[in-house]
């Protein structure tokens, strides 16, 4: 038995203690933590969840932009691909619903501004900084698959990368859309006006 300062540590059996915390440890990494302090960008409510019943569930989370960081690239016009392709594959690959909300998330400037200063509940998210609003309604187990599988996707988005595969990606099919749409007056006329499209859903 040692002391130290009053208190008691029972030392008889360390082989004992070691193995308790070895097993602890072991767990700990089996279940995805490390022993180590990891930096935790912000600590989430717990969710309660009754998944015995199989009921579905509607699950959102917002997806930050990092657009303060990254502020003369348009992640909007990534997201979206031309004539919003990219974000519409996005939604049928992950079975989610995706909407590009928040401050920039309109074209049109004026008309953000202005809709932003009628307080309407329906635009308050003009209020907030520009994000991905990512839905799935599926039973428990289900829909926490989708929103995972959809936050690896969209991550590859947000990489302020001007020639990564995505871009290229983007940028071979609007050469197909300017082919289809050339006698179209609406057609966008070049690459660069593709950059700078954005949209605000609905």
Known sequence: MAHNNGVHFDDSDTS???????????????????????????????????????????LQVKVMVPIDDHPNYNFVGKLLGPKGNSLKWLQEQTQTKMAILGRGSMKNKQKEKELRETNDPKYSHLNENLHVEITAIATAPEAYQRISQAL?????????????????????????????DSQS??????????????????
């Open 152 to 180: 690896v996707e969209i991550k590859r988005f947000l990489v302020p990368d001007y020639f990564d595969d995505i871009r290229q990606q983007q940028l071979r099919e609007l050469g197909v859309i300017h082919d289809d």
């Open 16 to 58: 004992t203690n070691d193995s308790q915390t070895t097993t602890a440890a072991t767990a700990a990494n089996c279940n995805g933590f490390s022993n180590s302090k990891q930096k935790i960008q912000r600590n989430l409510p717990i969710i309660t969840l009754d998944v015995h019943k199989g009921e579905p569930i509607r």
């Open 185 to 202: 007056p609406s057609s966008l006329s070049s690459a660069s006006e593709f950059a700078n499209i954005k949209i605000c859903p609905n």
